[in-house]
């Protein structure tokens, strides 16, 4: 098999908002957001490469708006685009206040993920974008991965100055 298509491991998850999983202001912890957003993406990243599979990176992190208490949350993850051994998952979280129906696109994010075996990097397939969505995000993913090496090499001068 060449490739498997994105479909092949979106993947959904809802929750309710508790109390303990909001911050000062009254609106869900950024932090719990991330690590269901994280958590999510993996599902996805495993699904696609059927190996086990790394966080590498969390780039593009937008909080679109506040997630309160009356709300449920949905996440919905899918693996966008692929590399040698990595995979850029694409993580949506839309908020639905419980009392009123109305929903939300609360975050997005783009999670890169290493497949792994026997602890060293392993090759995956590609990915096949099918729906005009799909296809954008997969364009725009292009373009995320030359930024993000940028980043990456800039982070690791960064580490370089607490090594020396």
């Known amino acids: 098999m060449n490739g498997k ?10 929750s309710r908002v508790f109390p303990t999983d909001l911050n000062n202001h009254g609106t869900l912890f950024g932090g719990k957001m991330l690590a269901d957003m994280d958590l999510i993406a993996s599902i996805s990243a495993t699904k696609h490469a059927r190996m086990e ?3 590498a990176s969390m780039d593009s992190v937008e909080f679109l708006g506040p997630v309160r208490e ?3 949350i949905y996440y919905e993850s899918f693996v966008i685009l692929t590399g040698k ?3 850029e998952v694409f993580v949506r979280a839309t908020a639905e206040d419980l009392l ?15 497949a792994l075996k026997d602890g060293i990097p392993h090759k995956v397939v ?8 799909e296809i954008k995000l997969q ?3 292009f373009k995320r991965l030359e930024s993000r090496q940028i980043r990456k090499n800039f982070s690791k001068e960064l580490a370089q100055i607490w090594k020396d």
């Open 5 to 14: 298509y994105v479909k092949e491991s979106r993947e959904f998850n809802s």
């Open 53 to 55: 599979c790394v966080t």
């Open 70 to 72: 009356s709300d449920c």
């Open 85 to 87: 051994s990595s995979m």
């Open 100 to 114: 009123s129906g109305e929903r939300r696109v609360a975050a997005t994010c783009f999670v890169t993920f290493v």
């Open 126 to 133: 590609e990915v096949i974008p099918e729906t005009v969505e």
């Open 139 to 141: 364009q725009l993913a």
